[in-house]
Structure formats: structure tokens, C-alpha cells
């Protein structure tokens, strides 16, 4: 069975950093392409970074040069570092697996809440 | 990276149809065939309603169904439940460099 199960979320101020997991069963990270998706409170979906089976890596503008998406593959973890955290990341963060390689997300975690706020 | 445009809200009443667009750009919806829809109730993650515009997972009901014209997606869901009572999002693949864009999201309410 297909599980994504995050962690890490909690609450930072401005500009501090936290990193997020991923720990996934059922499937290898590695061979799939592997999301995140947030979700500020009361908003719409926001697609946050992806990496690739291949090893690329994209983000949104948003985020960009700020947040870094990687996997380790000994432990079949995705992950979130997030560095010079602003108001505006507060969110849900959802992993998500392309399992096709239709920039499509088949199977989400349950989400972890980042609060940024001193 | 602009989303994509989805109306605010629609609703119907149990048992008609309602159609759900999705605008984007030929960037994005109208140049490739990789439009998702999700379904999100409260509090829950997002599932996958339809992929590459048109096709539904398994488990899925036939009752959702996915088009695309030009730059505007369509999800269809035809013989509505209250439990179809629901957010909507579309989303695409887009040749900028954010790989994935996501609509705004629809409120779906069923009277």
C-alpha cells in the first residue's frame, strides 16, 4: 500500500529555517517524480517544488533560492529544507507522488502545518 | 507564474450536472495534455479526480469526466451527490519553469 507521511512542521519565526520529511512506503521515491503542494489557511493549492527520478530540481518563484527539495534514497524520505522563512509560507505542506509522469499527483500525505510568525 | 482560472463557486441540486472550467494559456492547458483535477473536502488532502484531461483513476465514478478545448479544461460531474459537495482544483503542466500550476479552486455546493 501506497503511504506519504510527513513531518516536521511546527512554528518558526521570520527568517528561521525548518526541514520537512517525507517518509514513504509501498513505492520508491526515487523512481517517481515527488512534489510539494501547500496550502496557506482558507487558500487554493500551491505547487511548491518537484524532483524528478532523474535528479532535477524546479521551484516556484516564490520559494526559489530560498527552499531546496531533495531525497535520500536509503531511507525512501523526501525532503524540505527551508531556509529565510516569511509570513507568507505559512501553510499546510503536502508531499505528492507523480506516479505516472503526467504532472499528475495520485497519492498525497496528510499534511504538516508550518506556522512562521514571531 | 499565473494560476489558472477557475470560477469562485457553482452549485446544483442533487441528481443534475455541473460543469467546472479551467483557463489557462497555451503555455500551459492548451499546449499539452497533462490537465489534473482534484477533489479536497475539509481538512483533507487532495484526491485525484482526473488526469491527462480525460482520464479517471480507478476507483474513481464514471459520473466525473474531464475535456479540454483550446486553453480551457472542463470536469463535468453528472448526477450529483451530496457527497460531491466539495473543493475543485485543476491543475496543469506548464512549459515555465514552475513545472505545475494549479487553478484557484471551485467551490462545488450542492443544493
Known amino acids: 500500500e501506497v503511504q506519504l507521511v510527513e513531518s516536521g512542521g511546527g512554528l518558526v519565526q521570520p527568517g528561521g529555517s525548518l526541514r520537512l520529511s517525507c517518509a514513504a512506503s509501498?513505492?520508491?521515491?526515487?523512481?517517481?517524480?515527488m512534489s510539494w503542494v501547500r496550502q496557506a489557511p482558507g487558500k487554493g493549492l500551491e505547487w511548491v517544488s518537484v524532483i524528478y527520478s532523474g535528479g532535477s530540481t524546479y521551484y516556484a518563484d516564490s520559494v526559489k533560492g530560498r527552499f531546496t527539495i531533495s531525497r535520500d534514497n536509503s531511507k525512501n524520505t523526501l525532503y524540505l529544507q527551508m531556509n529565510s522563512l516569511r509570513a507568507e509560507d505559512t501553510a499546510v505542506y503536502y508531499c505528492a507522488r507523480d506516479g505516472s509522469g503526467s504532472y499528475s499527483f495520485d497519492y498525497w500525505g496528510q499534511g504538516t502545518l508550518v506556522t512562521v510568525s514571531s | 507564474q499565473s494560476a489558472l482560472t477557475q470560477p469562485a463557486s457553482v452549485s446544483g441540486s442533487p441528481g443534475q450536472s455541473i460543469t467546472i472550467s479551467c483557463t489557462g494559456t497555451?503555455?500551459?492547458?492548451?499546449?499539452?495534455?497533462?490537465v489534473s483535477w482534484y477533489q479536497q473536502h475539509p481538512g483533507k488532502a487532495p484526491k485525484l479526480m482526473i488526469y491527462?484531461?480525460?482520464n479517471r483513476p480507478s476507483g474513481v465514478p464514471d459520473r466525473f469526466s474531464g475535456s479540454k478545448s483550446g486553453n480551457t479544461a472542463s470536469l463535468t460531474i453528472s448526477g450529483l451527490q451530496a457527497e460531491d459537495e466539495a473543493d475543485y482544483y485543476c491543475?496543469?503542466?506548464?512549459?515555465?519553469?514552475?513545472?505545475?500550476?494549479f487553478g484557484g479552486g471551485t467551490k462545488l455546493t450542492v443544493l
Open positions: 509501498g513505492f520508491t521515491v526515487s523512481s517517481n517524480y
Open positions: 491527462e484531461v480525460s
Open positions: 497555451s503555455s500551459d492547458v492548451g499546449g499539452y495534455n497533462y
Open positions: 491543475s496543469s503542466y506548464t512549459s515555465s519553469s514552475t513545472a505545475v500550476v
